[in-house]
């Protein structure tokens, strides 16, 4: 048994925000109860182990619905083990692994391959999300039936957009079946060629290729469309511009099945911040400071539903060459509460809405549900919204160090991570 004692309960799903004790007993909540020794009956069993999480807020645990653990065949730059380590850094309690794997997570053998290895290497809960078509080649679907009965939560093609209109309908369709979301990198290829960053004055100023915004918004309408068409629930990944939000907004006023997520990167930095850096070569792209607080609107008004990292790590050297030839991607899980924590600063959005975003949003999307309360699973994330830290990408637990917030100070930091009853990460002092 665990008892978390003397912390401040925040549960935007059951509007909890109060100065409660938890009791976890095994892998499950077993009560919550005012602090103990207010009344016998709240007296902790003799056997508990105690946690003081005084200063502290105790919220549901976090849920990344966008990472790449690289595993399979990409080991060099990350692994289930190390990627879920850096996860639980971060306060993440659960992450959704894309499908950019080698092989690609096309088939029910790559999906429980990857369920049992992350079954005994793991620091956190770990829900792949599997390839919409075969070898995400945009060519025919996958095997994406036989993979839900293997453990996939949702399916994508993400690192690039389900090829055509026609796939994307058969993909809706057969996942409106399931009861299975449809995730799409929205992004228009002929207008995305050859682009290493947002166009715009920076862009020409770099000499870099860029990037339209419109090349993701036009990906959207078309997606939109089709949800509409087949009633198949539609999660925009990593959304990135002001048009494509709009498009988003006005889905959900039409009452269309329709989400989104935004990143910690995206709601942080603008094209304005990309230098001859490649870790700062993300895809989407940064974008202008309108996108940017765009983005920020739709945290603070409920338009997004989630806040996902789209953890992309790769190894040292794949990075330290020219900014054209560098790959898309940067790391974020340990990054990412603290982010946020700088909106909430800043009184962007607040810490309710905050929580939110990264517990029963992503965990709407899914279809699940992410709160507490007794007999919900053991899944908790404990942060201070004031610990003075700076990051420093070599302490990292990723086996990766392409971040673009290297030295950068935070106010607000993960504290515990608690998966399944079981600490699994708990900062030093």
Known sequence: MLLIKNGRVLDPASGTDAALDILLDGDSIARIAEPTGARD???A???????????????????????HLREPGGESSETIETGTRAAARGGFTAVCPMP???????????????VERAAAAASTRVWPIGAASTGSRGEGLSEIAAMQKAGIVAVSDDGKPIATAKLLRQVMEYCQALALPVIDHCEDPSLFAGAVMRE???????????????????????????????????????????????LVRAAKQRGLRVSCEVTP?????????????????MNPPLGSQEDRAALIEGL??????????????????????????????????ETALALALELVHAGRISLSRMVEL????????????????AGEPGDLTLFSTDRAWTFNSEDSASKSRNTPFHNRKFRGAPMATIVAGRVVYRREA
């Open 100 to 114: 950019n794997t080698r092989p690609v997570n096309d088939n029910a053998s790559v999906t429980r391959s990857i």
């Open 200 to 246: 715009g004055r920076q862009s020409v100023r770099l000499g870099l290729t860029g990037m339209p915004a419109a090349a993701e918004s036009i990906a959207v309408g078309r997606d939109v469309q089709i949800a509409e068409l087949t009633g198949c629930h539609l999660h925009v990944a990593h959304l990135s511009a002001r048009a494509s939000l709009e």
């Open 45 to 67: 069993p003799a056997r508990a182990e105690e946690f003081d999480a005084t200063g502290m807020i105790v919220a549901p645990g976090f849920i990344d619905l966008h990472c």
């Open 300 to 333: 603070s008004d409920g338009t997004v539903d989630a806040i996902a990292t789209d953890h992309a790590p790769h190894e040292p050297a794949s990075k330290q060459v020219e900014f054209d030839r560098a790959p898309f991607g940067v790391t974020g899980f």
């Open 41 to 43: 009956r709240n007296e």
């Open 358 to 373: 990264f517990t029963s949003g992503p965990a709407r999307v899914l279809g699940l549900t992410r709160r507490i309360a």
């Open 265 to 281: 990167h995206h709601f942080t930095l603008t094209d304005e911040d990309v230098i001859y850096d490649t870790h700062f070569k």
